[in-house]
């Protein structure tokens, strides 16, 4: 199955589950979309296997077939092109590369060129496959690089896919081949707010989901009750835990040296897995 | 001359818009005819992106030499760029500020905005 680890914000534990979730499981992949920031590696320290370069295309413009029409600047959605007088000004950090200048320009003035926007590492740890996307420096649309990244899903394992935070393209991209969304929500009033915008995000996407609260005080908390009265699941809750938080603050994987920590993520995975086929039905 | 000055309301004693790409109408000033006129900014007000650009685009489209505004992006400022020059506006409606620029008493932005997501970068001209 592919999972999909999302939160509404950042810090709530994504990271945490998803390589604890992967590093508990066999045949399990992991992939990391959170390519503003990734740092499933970190954990992992894979061996790294090969690097593949991601690349989008933008227009390029000839400006002596150019008749400075417009119809290129009126059809971008974006506004990503400007004409001053003879000159094109594209602004690349908005450009989405949806190629539609290129198809309505009757003078066949422009060709799309190629710029790489970044890259997928692909790692090897133990049996698991670990896939990074990495956007460059100062590129403003990671989406090129997540489709790329879930383009590597093995449809014979599992595979589990850690999100960016928040609700916007960048998290629809990375959640919407998944089959099941879990939502790791954290239980104070900003968690809370954030994680119903990614419950709501679950709906629209249509995705059966369950939530995991991390870095909780109690069991009973915000969004355990907020889940209790709306009748969503909640499939596990981790207490705030110093030594687990000092442990992953070093960048060590807590289910490889805490049998009783794994036996817990393997029958998250079970229950997920149960809720899922339930779903299927 | 072609004064812009982005605008809350359509009339001359309006304030002036907080934003640039995304103030509801422009008032356009003609200095040797005296007349203002005024034009609805939905396109670039409703846009998901790049309203700068769109609005910037609309100006220099009416062949605008001044634009007068609180503050200015670094992409709309790269389409105005050579086009119009960029004043900064003072505390009062649209009319004075026009006024005040006549008069030679509004100053050159200097600072462009980094935009809403970070896209531009900060940078003094």
């Given at each position: 199955m592919k999972l999909a680890v999302l939160s509404g914000k950042g810090g709530t534990g994504k990271t945490f589950i998803s390589v604890n979730l992967v590093n508990s499981l066999e045949n399990t992949d992991y992939f990391d979309c959170d390519v503003e920031e990734p740092n499933g590696d970190l954990f992992f320290q894979s061996e790294l296997v090969k690097e593949l370069p991601v690349k989008v295309m933008l227009p390029s413009f000839d400006k002596e077939k150019c008749n400075n029409c417009r119809e290129c600047v009126e059809a971008c959605t974006f506004n990503?092109?400007?004409?001053?007088?003879?000159?094109?000004?594209?602004?690349?950090?908005?450009?989405?590369s949806c190629g539609v200048?290129?198809?309505?320009?009757?003078?066949?003035?422009i060709s799309e060129v190629p710029k790489q926007t970044g890259v997928i590492e692909i790692g090897k740890s133990g049996d698991s496959k670990v896939v990074t996307g990495k956007l460059n420096m100062g590129e403003a649309i990671g989406v090129p690089v997540i489709s790329g990244v879930l383009d590597l899903m093995d449809d014979?394992?599992?595979?589990?896919?850690?999100?960016?935070?928040?609700?916007?393209?960048?998290?629809?991209?990375?959640?919407?081949?998944a089959d099941y969304c879990l939502l790791v929500a954290e239980p104070t009033s900003f968690g809370f707010h954030n994680f119903k915008m990614v419950e709501e995000l679950a709906k629209v996407l249509n995705k059966p989901y369950a939530v995991v609260i991390n870095k909780a005080?109690?069991?009973?908390?915000?969004?355990?009750?907020?889940?209790?009265?709306?009748?969503?699941?909640?499939l596990e809750t981790f207490l705030f835990d110093r030594k687990i938080a000092q442990d992953n603050s070093k960048g060590e994987i807590?289910?490889?040296?805490?049998?009783?920590?794994?036996?817990?993520?393997?029958?998250?995975?079970?229950?997920?897995?149960?809720?899922?086929?339930?779903?299927?039905? | 001359m072609i004064i812009a000055?982005?605008?809350?309301?359509?009339?001359?004693?309006?304030?002036?818009c907080i934003s640039f790409g995304r103030a509801p109408f422009y008032l356009i000033f003609d200095d040797e005819k005296k007349t203002f006129d005024y034009f609805d900014n939905n396109s670039a007000f409703n846009a998901q992106g790049g309203a700068g650009i769109k609005a910037a685009q609309s100006l220099v489209d009416r062949n605008v030499d001044v634009v007068i505004t609180y503050r200015c992006g670094e992409n709309a400022s790269k389409v105005l760029n050579g086009k119009a020059k960029i004043y900064r506006a003072e505390k009062v409606n649209a009319?004075?500020?026009?006024?005040?620029?006549?008069?030679?008493?509004?100053?050159?932005?200097n600072k462009v905005s980094p935009g809403l997501h970070g896209h531009a970068q900060q940078s003094e001209k």
């Open positions: 990503a092109l400007a004409l001053v007088g003879e000159d094109m000004l594209l602004f690349e950090s908005i450009c989405h200048c290129t198809f309505v320009c009757k003078q066949k003035a014979t394992r599992n595979s589990v896919i850690d999100c960016p935070p928040g609700s916007a393209c960048s998290v629809v991209e990375s959640a919407q081949k005080e109690s069991k009973n908390n915000i969004v355990s009750n907020y889940c209790k009265k709306n009748n969503v699941k909640v807590c289910t490889s040296n805490n049998e009783k920590m794994k036996e817990r993520f393997v029958s998250l995975f079970e229950n997920i897995n149960n809720d899922w086929q339930r779903s299927l039905k | 000055v982005p605008v809350d309301e359509m009339e001359e004693n309006s304030s002036v009319k004075m500020n026009i006024e005040m620029f006549i008069a030679g008493n509004l100053q050159l932005l």
